[in-house]
């Protein structure tokens, strides 16, 4: 798996938007090797919209943010909560430098 590479300012924040298939009971999880550096939260932006079309999936974004000066890898899967073992259908890796 390839990875991105990212680099961020500690105290700044970069948004990763994951394709969604929540109707289909996918969703994305994380795993970062160094939390010193970083933080990864998910984020809600469909709680500000109004709107949501019936039966459509929404993308998943998360929040980098950079927490001290360090390098950290984040491996995104998109699975299904119940499927834990094999191979996710879906995968992301970013490779993100703190400066």
């Known amino acids: 798996m ?3 590479i990212k680099e961020i300012k500690v105290g ?3 948004p990763v938007i994951l394709p969604g ?3 289909a009971g996918f969703q994305w999880f994380f795993q970062v090797d160094d939390t010193s550096c970083i ?3 998910p984020y809600d932006y469909t709680v500000d919209t109004m709107f ?3 039966g459509t999936s ?4 998360f929040m980098i ?3 001290a000066p360090g390098k950290a890898i984040v491996v995104f899967e998109q699975r299904r909560i119940w499927e834990k073992e094999g191979a996710a259908i879906n995968t992301k ?4 430098t703190v400066m």
Do not use: C, H, Q, Y
């Open 2 to 4: 390839e990875s991105e």
């Open 12 to 14: 700044t924040s970069l």
């Open 21 to 23: 298939l929540g109707t």
């Open 39 to 41: 933080a990864v939260k």
């Open 52 to 54: 949501r079309d019936a």
């Open 58 to 61: 929404n993308d998943e974004v």
């Open 65 to 67: 943010t950079g927490k």
């Open 93 to 96: 890796k970013l490779d993100i």
